[in-house]
């Protein structure tokens, strides 16, 4: 029962710390969503601490609360589970490359980079298919709407996918028991 609600208070944490970063925010050239920001130092941090089950329950209570603040009204349904709550919870995926704290500085490192590009390519092809099928009239004329969407939503998710990799990668190196799991359960140093 400890280990369960401990769980879920990091669940909890991580979610709302993830919002709050995503306030913190370079807009730039993205006029129809998109941004940079460090929303998924969170959800990536529970991937690799938690698990998939850790990371996708985190990614998707941030896609739900950030469907919510974002004010997606007029927005067609389906595109808002692909690009809220699915884009979102697919990047806990990343979880599948979780190691442990006591793994050589090399595995943690491969971990962390294969781990952040996997659940940053699931996240993009979930926004990448909401692209092709619901903004495909925001394509330049005479542009085929996959490219479009293929360049529009990478253009964003490389720099957060950077970003990411770089903070882990300090991470890793500082305050690994905090990063990568244990393997002793709930009651780890942080």
């Known amino acids: 029962m400890t280990k369960r609600i401990g769980f879920l208070t990091e669940i909890a944490m991580m979610s709302a710390l993830a919002i709050i970063l995503s306030f913190v925010q370079f807009k730039g050239i993205w006029?129809?969503?998109?941004?940079?920001?460090l929303e998924m130092l969170p959800i990536f941090l529970m991937a690799f601490r938690r698990g998939v089950s850790g990371g996708v329950a985190t990614g998707f209570i941030v896609g739900m609360v950030k469907m919510l603040i974002d004010g997606t009204a007029g927005i067609h349904p389906a595109s808002l589970i692909l690009d809220y709550p699915l884009a979102f919870l697919l990047a806990g995926f990343a979880g599948i490359f979780r190691?442990?704290?006591?793994?050589?500085?090399?595995r943690r490192i491969s971990a962390i980079v294969v781990g952040i590009l996997f659940g940053s390519v699931l996240r993009l092809a979930s926004h990448v298919?909401?692209?092709?099928?619901?903004?495909?009239?925001?394509?330049?004329?005479?542009?085929?709407?996959?490219?479009?969407?293929?360049?529009?939503?990478?253009?964003?998710?490389?720099?957060?996918?950077?970003?990411?990799i770089v903070a882990f990668l300090f991470l890793t190196k500082t305050a690994p028991r905090l990063l990568h799991h244990t393997g002793r359960g709930v009651r780890q140093a942080a």
């Open 129 to 164: 298919v909401s692209g092709v099928i619901f903004f495909a009239a925001y394509a330049p004329k005479g542009m085929n709407p996959f490219v479009y969407s293929v360049i529009y939503n990478v253009s964003y998710m490389i720099p957060v996918a950077l970003i990411t």
């Open 99 to 106: 190691v442990n704290a006591v793994s050589s500085p090399k």
């Open 31 to 37: 006029a129809y969503g998109g941004s940079v920001s």
